[in-house]
């Protein structure tokens, strides 16, 4: 399987199988067009082939131009990089490897000092009532993930909430906690941070700058369009309350840090909320399409794609002036590894949810991805009765690319592992059947990531 597809003055090919990517002339694109596989790769088979082609094929690019572009093809066929065969895992190593945790998003605070529009975590509580992560429940929720790692040795703790920072002194507790038994089990944990940034004083920030490997601060852009989702509870904005907290915090941080906006129907011009960030000085930018339920004014529609797709590509622009300006600058979507990227297994089964990944509530809960936290439904255990049985496991495990029926003919499978079970499920009650919105996403900005990319590798 390949792909196939033109990024300004670029043609790109990206063989599905093997992961490589080729820009190619005008004359060999057009010719895979008409490609046959089986081909004999000699020059009589080239000139045969290119003599069937169409006469107006022909005189475009010339009978030379396509019999060079048909060896060059036949070049790449043969190295095992352009029409390559899948191999695919085995399904009892995809399904039957058992739970081995080795990522937790841990709930420090079901409560939040804001009230975000598009919350999907009810304002901070999850459908709840309003709670803090204890210090007892914490280190249990530390103690489980070391327990049930298995042979992995590098771990991440995420601290989320409604707002973590709320809890700041029992996420500095837990991370000393954290630092005394890794050493005990021979791990390493990397812990992280989710915070709106409304507490981020210069005591927070020095110990975040010390202790968090990475940390994530939330904004949506320019003052109106946050201001107009990111509200306090007497329904204010944020952006004053913070920007000048980010600023502050950039400007110190040692460690690595992004910035995570949100955009919705109400600002399909969102490629100019993540310039306003990178002109303020911010190296790192996400911007993640909102999720929410058909029936708000603000959520996401099929109509609006041709707008979406349409941002993506000026945001390709964007980093491509910034980069071409000497400007470090990185679109979260657009950072793809294209020389090793993730380990095979992540390759086909995503983000690892109720298989490798688990979320812990503030009571200890655990349910199989920080989305599901709250759904009842989803809950396989408790940290603080030592209940585990995942009986979602053999489900999870199974939402894999191989299982998925639009995800066996899709050429971006290997990029985003089957997309994200929680927005599946809750699009089409399955998390066997992908958010097609979402794909659709996606495939584009897996188009700009390797587009940047050709583009920035070619002479000149």
């Not at 019999?67 to 009892?92: H, M, Q």
């Not at 709106?196 to 005591?203: A, P, W, Y």
């Amino acid at each position: 399987m390949i792909h196939k597809y033109r990024f300004q003055e670029l043609n790109i090919v990206l063989d599905v199988n093997s992961g490589a990517v080729h820009v190619v002339s005008d004359a060999a694109s057009d010719l895979l067009d008409h490609w046959r596989p089986g081909l004999e790769f000699s020059p009589d088979a080239g000139h045969g082939f290119v003599e069937a082609l169409p006469a107006a094929l022909i005189r475009r690019h010339s009978r030379g131009a396509l019999e060079d572009a048909f060896a060059e093809i036949s070049v790449v066929i043969a190295d095992g990089t352009l029409f390559s065969r899948e191999a695919r895992f085995a399904d009892d190593v995809l399904e039957r490897r058992g739970a081995v945790i080795k990522a937790m998003c841990l709930h420090a605070a079901h409560d939040c000092n804001m009230r975000c529009v598009y919350c999907f975590g009810d304002g901070g509580s999850f459908g709840g009532v309003r709670s803090s992560l204890s210090e007892d429940t914490g280190r249990l929720a530390v103690d489980f993930l070391l327990e049930k790692s298995g042979a992995r040795k590098n771990l991440e703790i995420d601290f989320f909430g409604g707002e973590p920072l709320l809890n700041f002194e029992v996420i500095r507790r837990l991370v000393a906690y954290g630092r005394e038994r890794e050493q005990q089990y021979g791990k390493n944990i990397r812990f992280t941070v989710t915070t709106n940034g409304l507490l981020l004083d210069e005591e927070k920030e020095a110990y975040i700058n010390e202790h968090m490997d990475n940390v994530i601060l939330s904004i949506d852009g320019r003052p109106h369009v946050n201001d107009r989702m990111r509200k306090t509870p007497d329904g204010g904005g944020s952006y004053d309350l913070i920007t000048d907290n980010y600023l502050r915090f950039g400007e110190k941080r040692k460690g690595s840090y992004y910035l995570r906006g949100t955009f919705t129907r109400e600002n399909l011009d969102f490629s100019e909320d993540v310039k306003h960030l990178a002109d303020m000085g911010f190296p790192a930018v996400s911007m993640e399409p909102v999720f929410a339920d058909e029936a708000c004014a603000y959520t996401l529609r099929d109509a609006d794609i041709p707008a979406i797709l349409l941002e993506y590509d000026r945001l390709a622009d964007l980093c491509l002036a910034y980069a071409k300006a000497g400007k470090p600058f990185v679109f979260f979507h657009f950072n793809i590894d294209l020389e090793q990227g993730p380990c095979a297994v992540k390759r086909v089964s995503g983000c690892g949810a109720g298989a490798e990944y688990v979320a812990v509530s503030p009571e200890g809960d655990i349910y199989p991805c920080h989305r599901f936290v709250g759904n009842a439904a989803f809950k396989i255990g408790n940290v603080r009765d030592g209940s585990f049985e995942n009986k979602l496991f053999d489900i999870f495990s199974r939402a894999h690319i191989y299982s998925k029926e639009a995800c066996k003919r899709c050429w971006a499978k290997f990029y985003c592992g089957g997309g994200c079970h929680a927005n599946a499920w809750l699009s089409g009650g399955s998390i066997l059947k992908p958010y097609e919105l979402g794909c659709e996403m996606e495939k584009k900005r897996i188009d700009c990531a390797i587009g940047i990319r050709a583009a920035l590798s070619e002479p000149g």
